[in-house]
């Protein structure tokens, strides 16, 4: 019987994380659809006062029935490349609710976009503005566009996903956007639809966001006086989630604040959060193969950074907690994977009851965990599996070792 908590949350004692292990193997990523509707709810209840579109940001779980399940909430669609597009249309998403950012939008990834008809291209640089002003005039259409400016905030979170600092490569200096605001409105292929910003991921405070508006809302006015109005302002993701003990802001919040800054004007306003909305309603289940006592205590489970990336590449912490009952005594233990290289680390220094085979579950793996996997060291990419009341849906199976070699050819000459 799976049990849901009403918030947004997917925790251990929700799920029969040993039956699920059981049946579907691990490593073994379980998400919990309760946990992600409420969640989109809430971030769309928070705006409910605004004429506004949540555009949720794919890169952050691109799994298709999460998709498919956020699409018939008439959520929209946040996009960096037209792999991302494909996705949501196979998953019965609206192209008219995507808007599509990612500062190296290729030729055919725009003629991909124009011909889905998306909702708005979320230009990142000059260069980036001739080409699609070229693809839309050679087919003979005018690409909806906003840009992406770049307000030079610093959104006080981890330098490699923070977006949003003259020093990143995402966006246009807000100095130089006006200029190429009146250039865009010039051009036979572009129609200026709006303006858009997105600063970082992982936010745990709110005025970072709150300069950025006003930044951008100051630029709205003046391009508007010179006769350039704009339909929708998009403020981007980023909104963060608990991991460790971070009291990131709700959405709620995040309305309660920006709202008097948004209150009379007409844009309608976008949103894409990525992270919160499906961040924390899932787990990464995995076993403990081998514990290998010595200088450190190291316990060596199923899963590893090719699983699950973040704990490698930005030294993130991820919650570890045993999901069986265990007889044995807590010790400090380094939860590392299979694979060679000393960063395969889960976890370090963490106080668990463990045996060979105890089953844990890393928690709040929801976001930027089964997309960020690869195949490093042959490892085939894991399952994923939805909870839905007390149904358990295999959502993706594990990768057979023929897609370990799927698109590849042997030499056929000696
Ligand atoms: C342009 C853009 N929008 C939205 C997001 C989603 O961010 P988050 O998952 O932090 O909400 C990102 C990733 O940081 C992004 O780069
Ligand atoms: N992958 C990052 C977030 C990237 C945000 C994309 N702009 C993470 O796991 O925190």
Redesign the pocket.
């Known amino acids: 019987m799976v049990i849901h908590r009403p918030d947004a949350t997917l925790a251990v004692e929700d799920c029969p994380t040993p039956a699920l292990a059981e049946r579907f193997g691990t490593p073994l990523y379980v998400y919990s659809r309760a946990a992600i509707e409420s969640a989109w709810r809430a971030y769309d209840q928070a705006f409910a006062g605004f004429d506004h579109q949540i555009c949720y ?1 794919v ?2 779980n691109g799994s298709l029935a999460i998709l498919q399940l956020l699409a018939r909430l008439g959520s929209g669609f ?1 996009i ?1 490349s037209g792999g991302e597009l494909a996705r949501v249309l196979r998953a019965g998403g609206d192209p008219a609710r995507v808007v599509f ?2 500062v190296g939008k290729t030729e055919a990834e725009i003629e991909q976009a124009l011909a889905a008809g998306i909702l708005a291209f ?1 230009i990142e640089s000059a260069a980036e503005l001739e080409r699609i002003n070229a693809v839309a005039v050679r087919s003979g259409q005018r690409a909806p566009v906003s840009l ?1 400016v770049n307000p030079d905030v610093d959104a006080r979170t981890h330098p490699y ?1 923070s ?1 949003g600092l003259k020093e990143n490569k ?1 966006g246009i200096d807000i100095q130089a956007a006006e200029g190429l605001y009146h250039h865009a409105a010039s051009l036979p292929g572009i129609a200026v639809t709006g303006m ?1 910003f ?1 600063i ?4 745990t405070e709110l005025e970072p966001l709150v300069d950025a508006l006003s930044r951008s809302l100051a630029l709205v006015d003046r391009l508007e006086a010179d006769g350039i109005p704009l339909a929708h302002l998009d403020i ?5 989630i608990r991991y460790e003990d971070e009291t990131p802001p709700t959405p709620a919040a995040l309305a309660e604040r920006l709202g008097p800054l948004l209150a009379g004007r007409r844009q309608k306003l976008l949103m ?6 499906v ?1 924390e309603a899932g787990l990464l289940l995995t076993r403990v193969e081998y514990l290998k006592p010595g200088h450190r205590d190291f316990a060596i489970v199923d899963a590893a950074m090719t699983d699950l990336l973040r704990p490698a590449l930005y030294n993130a912490w991820q919650r570890i907690e045993t999901a069986e009952p265990v007889d044995a005594d807590p010790r400090l233990y380094d939860i590392v994977g299979p694979v060679c290289e000393s960063a395969d680390t889960l976890g370090s220094e963490r106080s668990l009851a463990l045996r060979p085979g105890t089953l844990l579950a890393i928690h709040a793996t929801g ?2 965990g089964f997309v960020m996997a690869s195949q490093y060291n042959a490892r085939p990419r894991p399952a994923e599996v939805l909870v839905d009341g007390d149904q358990a849906h295999l959502i993706r199976e594990r990768e057979p070792l023929e897609a370990l070699w799927q698109g590849e050819h042997l030499l056929e000459s000696p």
């Open positions: 940001a890169k952050a946040d960096v950012s990612g979320n992406r996903i977006t995402f858009d997105h970082g991921s992982q936010l981007g993701g980023g909104l963060g894409e959060p990525g992270r919160a909305l961040g976001a930027y």
